[in-house]
């Protein structure tokens, strides 16, 4: 009996299997919380996962220490894409951030990684809090790589003492 004829009952059986993959909605991986995720409602609805958490209260930090978490905070997210993307992006931006601006990347940093990432790169739409914004702009800008750098993690030491005032 030929290779061949043993292969073709297991083709025949994984056809069915394949089509239905084919027909899922445009997007094969559905983020949790997406319009697109049969299997989990969205978190106003409620759900097994429970609502997103809320930020932490940080009134009263000073702006080295927000500099600093948001340092720690962009390299440390969880998921190497947006770790590399926003990373760099603090290195080349927060130094030169406002109050302002960094409560506004602050606020970004709450959102889900792979939402951050997809904005950034323009695969999926931003929501209108942020659609319109010039740190997603700049974001944006920074993710289109125009100068075509090589990027790499910063260090985490040396880009936190870049951050503190020079005297």
């Known amino acids: 009996m030929s290779l061949l004829r043993l ?3 297991v083709q025949r059986s994984l056809r069915p299997l394949t089509r239905s993959i084919v027909s899922l909605a445009d997007d094969p991986f559905p983020l949790p919380f997406s319009p697109n995720n049969p299997s989990l409602a969205s978190p106003s ?3 097994s996962l429970g609502p997103m958490p809320q930020p932490i209260d940080r009134t ?8 600093a978490r948001l340092v720690y905070q962009s390299r440390k997210r969880g998921i190497l894409e947006t770790d590399l993307l926003l990373s760099t992006f603090a ?7 406002t109050l302002e601006e960094l409560d506004q990347y602050d606020k970004l ?13 323009e695969r999926k739409p931003a929501p209108e809090r942020w659609a319109n914004t010039t740190l997603l702009a700049k974001l944006r800008k920074h993710a289109r ?6 990027r790499r993690m910063p260090e985490l030491k040396a880009h936190a003492e870049s951050l503190l005032p020079r005297d």
């Open 145 to 150: 790589n125009e100068e075509k750098t090589a």
């Open 7 to 9: 292969a073709r009952p």
């Open 91 to 97: 290195k080349d931006n927060l130094s030169s951030m």
């Open 45 to 47: 609805q409620g759900d």
């Open 60 to 67: 009263g930090e000073s702006l080295n220490a927000k500099r």
């Open 109 to 121: 940093l709450d959102e889900p990684d792979w939402d951050i990432f997809y904005w950034s790169l």
